[in-house]
């Protein structure tokens, strides 16, 4: 593999490790600056979690557009160093506002998802670009697995650990980065930066205007949202439904995530040269309904265990999809699209913990009119349903077809 590839997919998957990196040690963390209690903890824990995916949604097509006028190796240079600055200040905070502006800061690079998968849209033959969207996932997926297990290491010796080592790494790949990363746009292929498309909302508007684009992006986003049921509400349902433990908990999401890794950078490679792009797209939403209503439904702990990464094997619609998409806008704005789907993407993550954790909550607090944890799968299951619905329509656009 070519070392740009691998620099591409190591800055993936710390961008995914940085945000699971925190999750153990953060409620400690913000007692120890806050003094407060657990459930103070939990709230501004909250509000960080909410400012970070805002800062992707506003900031996914900016950076995008600014990879697609100055090119992907100063954006991605720039932003890993920026990020490794971001955990010291992290690692130091000593007030709120510090740890808020950290967050801030945090969603802003971490946005460079989307000039990394530019990056390997620019650099791989339109063949191949939805196997190669999927090596991507599958770093992010073992982004998912190795970060919060490191942060549980990390955090016995301190609160403040798991950031130094982030920072580490985050500097280490900025110098991998340096080394071996060639740029990709070249004059041919370069487009000024304009800020009526380099805003999430006129990113939308600019790409939705292309033929079969707005179905497309609307098809992506109900399924970023069915699937945010997984990280809004897994560890309650778990413990509501199995009675499972914090240690249960995590092998579980870890089987997830390693059978998610598996299926986007291997697995589907089988699936597409057997059915193609938009065959691939069918095939994992239909998938998914019955994993969704499996898991709605499921009342053996032992069977959701090899439900669990059995469900990862939907996870190639978003490869598929993105390789659709990507073929479709040109060599000239993969930086856009790829910047707007990290908005879709963050504004899913706003959207699915309020609305599946609502659902949950109506569906097992004391006195529900009937217990049903496995709710949320539901809700899931019918987005699912729609995504189908709206991928299937009949309809003129070449995109789709």
């Known amino acids: 593999m070519r070392l740009p590839v691998v620099f591409i997919l190591i800055t993936v998957m710390i961008n995914a490790m940085g945000v699971g990196l925190i999750i153990p040690v953060m409620p400690g963390l913000i007692r120890d600056v806050t003094g407060g209690d657990l459930a103070n903890a939990a709230l501004w824990g909250g509000v960080l979690t909410t400012v970070f995916a805002v ?4 900031f996914g097509p900016v950076i995008g557009n600014l990879s697609d006028r100055f090119g992907r190796r100063p954006v991605l240079l720039i932003s890993l160093a920026v990020m490794a600055a971001d ?10 506002w510090l740890l808020l502006l950290g967050r801030v800061i945090g969603g802003i690079t971490t946005a460079t998802q989307a000039t990394a998968t530019a990056y390997m849209a620019d650099i791989s033959d339109p063949a191949k670009k939805a196997q190669n969207f999927g090596l991507v996932g599958a770093a992010f997926g073992l982004g998912f697995v190795i970060g919060p297990l490191m942060g549980g290491l990390l955090g ?3 609160t403040r650990a798991p950031f130094w ?7 280490a790949n900025a110098i991998l980065g340096h080394l071996v990363l060639r740029e990709t746009v070249t004059d041919a292929i370069r487009r000024p930066f304009d800020w009526r498309r380099a805003n999430p909302f006129g990113a939308f508007r600019s790409l939705g205007a292309l033929p079969g684009l707005g179905r497309l992006l609307t098809v992506f986003f109900l399924y970023q949202v069915a699937f945010f049921v ?11 439904r199995f009675g499972w433990n914090a240690g249960m908990i995590g092998l579980s999401l870890g089987l997830f995530g390693v059978m998610m890794a598996v299926v986007q950078g291997g697995l589907i490679r089988v699936i597409l040269a057997r059915l193609g792009e938009r065959g691939t797209v069918v095939y994992g939403l239909v998938f998914d309904v019955f994993a969704f209503g499996a898991l709605a439904f ?12 059995l469900a990862a094997l939907g996870a190639v619609i978003t490869p598929a999809l993105q390789g659709i998409m990507s073929r479709s806008v040109g060599d000239k704005r993969q930086g856009e699209l790829q910047g707007a789907l990290t908005s879709v993407g963050a ?4 959207v699915a913990p309020m609305v599946m954790t609502t659902v949950f909550a109506q569906y097992t607090r004391a006195g529900a009119a009937v217990y049903f944890p496995g709710a949320p799968f539901l809700v899931s299951l019918g987005l699912i349903v729609v995504a189908l619905v709206v991928f299937l329509a009949p309809h003129r656009s070449p995109v789709a077809a």
Not at 87 to 96: F, P, R, T
Not at 165 to 171: E, N, S
Request: avoid cysteine; glycine fraction near 10%.
């Open 347 to 350: 504004i899913a993550m706003i």
């Open 55 to 58: 800062m992707q949604f506003l």
């Open 298 to 309: 499921v009342t053996s702990g032992t069977v959701a265990l090899f439900l669990t990464p």
């Open 165 to 171: 080592v982030a920072a580490a790494l985050a500097g």
């Open 230 to 240: 997984y990280p809004a509400i897994w560890a309650y349902f778990g413990h509501a």
């Open 156 to 158: 016995e010796w301190g």
């Open 87 to 96: 955990y010291v200040i992290m690692a130091v905070a000593g007030s709120m």
